[in-house]
């Protein structure tokens, strides 16, 4: 059985992933400090044979008994609002952590694959972005701790890929939403839905004329498996191309929830990116990938999760 290790297990991209590849047959160990993420997203999977779970912070020294044939870097803080609260924390899980992972890696012969982001196009000037394109970041804006430690996660695993001859793997991945999203980490859904259900006003930033690409949880898990498993160590743009602006994302929440809530336009956070649309020409052309599920399918089920997890019934 191959032996994969999953850091930022209790989170919602982790989660998902460890059940993939818990259905795929692998022995998966879910890393985690619980720092944005719950065990409730992963307790469905401790009572299983070929589960394990260790409860660390990776920024810290990483020791894991036993061959490991996979490792996925997948512990950072992921929202604007959580990343803000904890800058250094999130300086650390992506420099100090990809480290010591790496590092665990190499003493493992693993095959190392690390979550970048369309964050480390920063504000584009190019549209849609293509991997090769370098990107447009402001390092010492509020932004800049997040984006940078990406950055810097793909330079060091590049390092590692060329100079230590490391397999190494490099997902960039655009706005994914999905069942386990935490209600209130003040990404555009969780928050668009939760104020809906609420019966809230739903909080616009700027005037909603910034585009953001939704994919769906299920499709990103399968891009990331099929990268892994190939022999790919460049870069590769994960993502739902369909572009919306904020605004009509809004709507769209709005009209699925049945709510009639009104749209409350606040201030642009600094540094929020005008636009963003991956090109995935190469994640179809080496993965033989594309995303399958519909925004309007995809939020469907989302609203579900949401609603029960708040409790509440949407009118037919
Ligand atoms: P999340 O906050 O739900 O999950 C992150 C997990 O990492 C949490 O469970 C948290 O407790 C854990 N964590 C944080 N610091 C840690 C540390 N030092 N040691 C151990 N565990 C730690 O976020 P997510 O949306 O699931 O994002 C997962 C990864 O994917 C992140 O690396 C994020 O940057 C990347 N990503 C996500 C998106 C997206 O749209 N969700 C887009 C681009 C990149
Ligand atoms: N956004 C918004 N209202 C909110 C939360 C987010 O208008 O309550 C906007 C945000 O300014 C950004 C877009 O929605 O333009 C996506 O934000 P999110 O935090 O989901 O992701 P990111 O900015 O990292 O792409």
Redesign the pocket.
Known sequence: MKRVLITGAAGFLGSHLCDRFIKEGYHVIGMDNLLTGSKDNIEHLFALENFEFYHHDVSKFVHVPGELDYILHFASPA???DYLKMPIQTLKVGSLGCHNLLGLAKEKNARFLIAST??VYGDPNVHPQTEEYWGNVNPVGP?GVYDEAKRFQEAITMAYHTFHGLETRIVRIF?TYGPRMRLDD????P??MS?ALKGED?????D?S?T?SFCYVDDLVDGIYRLLLSEHAQPVNIGNPSEIT?KE??EEVVALTKTGSKISY?D??KD??KQ?RPDISKAKEILDWEPKVDRKDGLAITLQYFMEKLGVEVKS
Do not use: C, K, W, Y
């Not at 003040?186 to 859904?189: H, Q, S, V, Y």
């Not at 739903?202 to 700027?206: C, D, L, R």
């Open positions: 929202s604007p609002i369309s964050e932004r706005n003040g990404r555009a859904l928050a668009f104020q739903i909080t616009v930033f700027g909603g910034q953001r904020i994302f809004a606040q642009l956070p929020d990116p963003r």
